[in-house]
């Protein structure tokens, strides 16, 4: 069994009940948005937003679950995908997950009322509800990782991120979604305050550690369907190449600078820096650092009591470091 459907398992009625709820949540009465929105139903990912809020809310209420946690799911991935089709038009970007993009196919005029309009779906569907306390939590997100986007452009032109400024980047605009998530399904089964933060964080770590170990994969030598050197081609500056910059000699610091400036595109310029950042041991120092933030996040869960909603949770932490793509 894969690892995704062995996480599923002790939530698998669940799982299928809220892909029902969610297409429900997505209906309109115009049909230009209804076929966007199965097209974009069709060629959903793994969902693990959901399994994270699920599996918490089944955890921290032994076993017990409520409808504003369907709710909840759908909320976050309404907001989740309409922060994804903004993200293709704002990065030009006519793939997403294999298929084409929402702007590839209806260009971007309509591509950003759609994202506007799954956002707005997802704000009404908490409001109409009185869910007030979800809401808090996803527009906290949706704020960070606004924050968090713009931060990293203005980093970027400069490519001057230090590491502080790394890990708050990621923080905003990966591991704060994934922590509201976590948030989310505490609250939506009536937890107190300090197990929502709790989970919160346990969010946050798992978020952080997510990142990481994407911006590994540019320097895999494995298939995995991203193309290695891409995050350098793009000029985005990431933990190995971060760590190296720090402890690299002033000589060897300028003409990493200058590779990422100025031959970004060159293929075997690129490899030449990957290969520099993979022998000072920046590969090795960056699986430490997202070690540390999945051990953080195991060390949450020895709060709560032995479960299959807990395993699942355990299996799911391992599965975002070990994964191959």
């Excluded at 069994?1 to 599923?8: A, D, W």
């Excluded at 994804?84 to 005029?109: E, M, P, Q, T, Y």
């Excluded at 009322?113 to 409001?127: A, E, P, Q, R, T």
Aim: proline share 2%; glycine share 6%.
């Amino acid at each position: 069994m894969k690892p995704v459907e062995l996480i599923k398992l002790p939530i698998k009625k669940e799982m299928e009940l809220f892909e029902k709820k969610f297409k429900e949540s997505m209906h309109t009465n115009v049909p230009l948005l209804n076929r966007i929105t199965y097209y974009i139903i069709r060629r959903k990912g793994k969902q693990m937003r959901p399994m994270f809020l699920f599996l918490i809310a089944k955890m921290v209420s032994d076993g017990g679950f409520d409808e504003r946690t369907y709710r909840g799911a759908s909320v976050v991935e309404l907001i989740h995908t309409a922060t994804l089709v903004h993200d293709d038009v704002v990065d030009d970007s006519n793939r997403r997950r294999g298929f084409f993009s929402i702007n590839a196919l209806w260009k971007n005029k309509i591509a950003v009322l759609v994202g506007d309009f799954l956002l707005s779906k997802g704000l009404l569907l908490s409001i109409d509800n009185e869910d007030f306390d979800l809401l808090k939590l996803i527009s906290s997100a949706v704020r960070e990782m606004s924050e968090g986007e713009l931060l990293q452009i203005e980093k970027a032109r400069k490519l001057d991120i230090s590491e502080d400024i790394y890990f708050d980047i990621i923080r905003q605009k990966t591991a704060t979604l994934i922590a509201a998530c976590c948030g989310i399904g505490a609250a939506s089964v009536g937890a107190n305050e300090e197990i929502i933060q709790q989970m919160r964080k346990f969010g946050e770590y798992i978020g952080i550690a997510f990142q990481i170990k994407d911006d590994l994969f540019d320097y895999s030598d494995e298939k995995i369907g991203k193309p290695t050197g891409i995050d350098i081609k793009e000029q985005k500056m990431t933990l190995p190449l971060i760590y190296t910059l720090n402890t690299c000699s002033k000589k060897e610091k300028a003409w990493i600078i200058n590779s990422v400036k100025k031959y970004n595109r060159d293929k075997t310029r690129v490899n030449e820096v990957i290969d520099f950042v993979k022998n000072h041991g920046g590969i090795e120092y960056t699986i430490s650092k997202m070690n540390e933030y999945k051990n953080n996040a195991l060390t949450i869960l020895e709060n709560f009591p032995d479960s299959e909603y807990k395993s699942s949770l355990i299996t799911m932490i391992h599965f975002v470091v070990e994964r191959k793509i």
